[in-house]
């Protein structure tokens, strides 16, 4: 059973920087598309980023320009590089690993991220 961590969560002022980590404990993110998604409170779960095992990426309009998504494929993880935070990005990040002859679909426990004004 392969288990995704997230991790770089935290508390950050609007303008500032995070790192988000999507560690997985197989070799499965190189070769699976790996989505991060957050959800904030009240609100649907939004799609943010993703990044394909071919290493195509695409992103939300709301974090164009702002938010980068990357993979280690030594290290297993999918980083996503948040810049220029804004309180309305506060919510619940969670990564997503899709992949395999099965469709299989690896969740993390979700790590958070709170912007303050």
């Known amino acids: 059973q392969v288990q995704l961590v997230e991790s770089g969560g935290g508390l950050v002022q609007a303008g500032g920087s995070l790192r988000l980590s999507c560690a997985a404990s197989?070799?499965?993110?190189?070769?699976?598309?790996v989505h991060w998604y957050r959800q904030a409170p009240g609100k649907q779960r939004e799609l943010v980023a993703t990044?394909?095992?071919?290493?195509?990426?695409n992103y939300a309009d709301s974090v164009k320009g702002r938010f980068t998504i990357s993979r280690d494929n030594a290290k297993n993880t999918v980083y996503l590089e948040m810049n220029r935070l804004k309180p309305e990005d506060t919510a619940v990040y969670s990564c997503?690993?899709?992949?395999?002859?099965?469709?299989?679909?690896?969740w993390g426990q979700g790590t958070q991220v709170t912007v303050s004004s």
């Open positions: 197989g070799s499965i993110l190189s070769i699976y598309a």
């Open positions: 990044i394909t095992s071919g290493a195509s990426t």
């Open positions: 997503n690993a899709v992949g395999g002859p099965r469709l299989d679909n690896y």
